[in-house]
């Protein structure tokens, strides 16, 4: 049977969204610490955003943070599809009631009813952690080491007191098997498959969808940890892997 969740629109104007499979189980727990893992291309992000933003609009003056291993990195992933995909309007859009904050590129959102999402890069963590927040997205939450999720988690104990319970959640594509979100025991972890995204397989019938075949197509043409991870959904190390290489701390800066 297909679990979902039916959502009801916003008040702020923006369409209704239904998520599915992990995605639906994900939305509905209120648990301190949940990611949602699965191979590429399962609306992990979309499911995440969609959900932070329906919380922004039902608590007036939540704070909530959108985080990323980098602030470069965020804005041209996940900040994209807030803007395109959970938006009823681009930000500046006069039927947009959501409005960007930022110079040059946006520092927090805020909603009309007082509630704000402050962006961040845990490259330069003094900007935000300061402050007390009700709920925090983490953007690919395998980018992460374990000290960073738990700066994120000492930053949303409740104290914030905006929103009836208080959340860190994320999305990941899988990694290794050793890999801290798998082994935390606090976390809850939900596995999403592609059937999850109605975008590549028709919720009801189940029939794979002209641009499900395109992206199964090329999800299929991968190879090797690739393809079991990126297509299988599966937390497997390369042949030979016997430590993680993180390339902030692995690799230093060229010598001239």
């Known amino acids: 049977m297909t679990r979902y969740v039916i959502v009801q629109a916003p008040e702020d104007g923006s369409a209704g969204y239904r998520p599915y499979g992990a995605a639906a189980d994900f939305w509905a727990c209120r648990e301190p610490e949940i990611v949602l893992s699965g191979p590429y291309e399962t609306g992990k992000t979309l499911a995440c955003l969609q959900k932070l933003h329906v919380l922004m609009a039902k608590y007036p003056k939540a704070r909530a943070l959108m985080v990323r291993r980098t602030y470069k990195s965020l804005v041209t992933s996940a900040v994209v599809t807030y803007e395109r995909k959970v938006l009823p309007y681009p930000p500046g859009h006069p039927k947009c009631p959501v409005r960007a904050f930022g110079a040059v590129q946006p520092q927090w959102y805020g909603y009309p009813n007082g509630s704000r999402i402050v962006l961040g890069g845990l490259d330069r963590p003094e900007k935000f952690l300061s402050g007390e927040y009700d709920f925090i997205y983490v953007n690919q939450a395998e980018e992460l080491r374990l000290e960073h999720w738990e700066l994120l988690t000492g930053r949303a104990t409740g104290r914030a007191g905006n929103a009836p319970y208080a959340q860190v959640m ?37 029939e794979i969808t002209e641009q499900g075949r395109r992206t199964m197509a090329i999800l299929d043409a991968l190879t090797g940890v690739r393809y079991k991870r990126g297509r299988q959904g599966l937390w497997v190390a390369a042949e030979g892997q016997v430590y993680d290489f993180d390339p902030a701390v692995h690799m230093l800066p060229r010598q001239r």
């Open 170 to 206: 994320g999305d990941c594509n899988p990694d290794v098997p050793w890999h801290w979100l798998k082994t935390r025991p606090q976390l809850r972890l939900f596995e999403s498959r592609h059937r999850d995204n109605p975008g590549l397989f028709a919720p009801e019938s189940g």
